[in-house]
């Protein structure tokens, strides 16, 4: 995390790289004590070509509770970015509030990708 985090706001909270040439649990971010942590979105920067790569993101042990299975597709080039994040429906979309020492993770489930990917997460940090 930063040296100056901004509470009660959306926020850049962590920077990763993340290998997508194999499947695997990669820790995003450990919800810091005395605090939840609400997500709103991951940016992921490109290695190279990620379209064949499928991923979910969430706690430890659910690991899709946040976004279920997503595809890659439009990741055709190194530096090509998208974002990931719940798409607003009627009715609103349930999200996820994660308590102190929680470990949100991105899961890699079918790794067709390179590795060297960046992982910019983004949510909220709220007092518990």
């Keep these: ?3 100056f985090i901004e509470e009660n706001s959306i926020t850049l909270l962590s920077i990763v790289t993340v290998d997508h040439s194999a499947a695997a649990q990669t820790t995003l971010l450990t919800v810091p004590s005395g605090f939840r942590f609400i997500p ?3 940016k ?3 290695a190279g070509d990620e379209s064949e790569t499928d991923i979910t993101f ?3 042990g659910a690991l899709t509770d946040f976004i279920e ?3 890659l597709d439009n990741l055709d080039t190194q530096y090509d970015v998208v974002k990931i ?3 607003q429906a009627d009715p609103p979309v349930k999200q996820k509030s994660y308590a102190a020492g929680t470990v ?3 899961d890699v ?3 067709n990708g390179n590795a060297g990917n960046t992982y910019f997460v983004f949510g909220t940090l709220v007092s518990a």
Aim: charge should be negative; hydrophobic fraction near 45%.
């Design 44 to 46: 992921i920067e490109a």
């Design 109 to 111: 489930t079918a790794a």
């Design 1 to 3: 995390m930063g040296a």
């Design 85 to 87: 994040q719940p798409i």
């Design 104 to 106: 949100f993770q991105v």
């Design 69 to 71: 299975t997503t595809q």
């Design 40 to 42: 709103d979105h991951v």
């Design 58 to 60: 969430g706690q430890v």
